[in-house]
Structure formats: structure tokens, C-alpha cells
């Protein structure tokens, strides 16, 4: 489990990210802050099961839905 300075700290990162993201003009799309802002990418991949193989996806030829 993450402390709660863990959390300050991945809140305060995923922040700044957030504002260079948003400084860039050349972005289509504006970054805002979530419920899952004071996570890390680690942890909100493994949260979501993101790393899990897919069986059906819009970019691999093998449509099995």
C-alpha cells in the first residue's frame, strides 16, 4: 500500500505533467486533473490490467470480440 507522502508525491509529479502537457500548443488535447491523479503509471497499469494481452483490438488482425 502507498503512504500518504506517496501519494503527495505522485500527485505532485503527475501535476507537473499535467501543466507541461497543457503549456504545449501543439497538443490536441488538454490534461485535467482525476481520481487517479496520486497514482503512479505502474500502479494505475496494474489497477486497470492494462499489460494484459488482448483478445480483441482495433489494431491486431486477430478480431476475436
Not at 28 to 38: E, L, M, Q, R
Not at 39 to 65: G, I, V, Y
Request: proline share 3%; hydrophobic share 30%.
Amino acid at each position: 500500500a502507498f503512504t500518504q507522502h506517496q501519494r503527495l508525491v505522485n500527485f505532485e509529479a503527475n501535476l507537473k505533467d499535467i501543466a507541461a502537457h497543457n503549456a504545449n500548443p501543439n497538443k490536441t488535447y488538454s490534461k485535467g486533473v482525476g481520481d487517479y491523479t496520486d497514482m503512479s503509471w505502474e500502479e494505475f497499469e496494474q489497477h486497470f490490467n492494462l499489460n494484459a494481452p488482448q483478445k480483441c483490438s482495433a489494431t491486431n488482425n486477430k478480431r476475436q470480440c
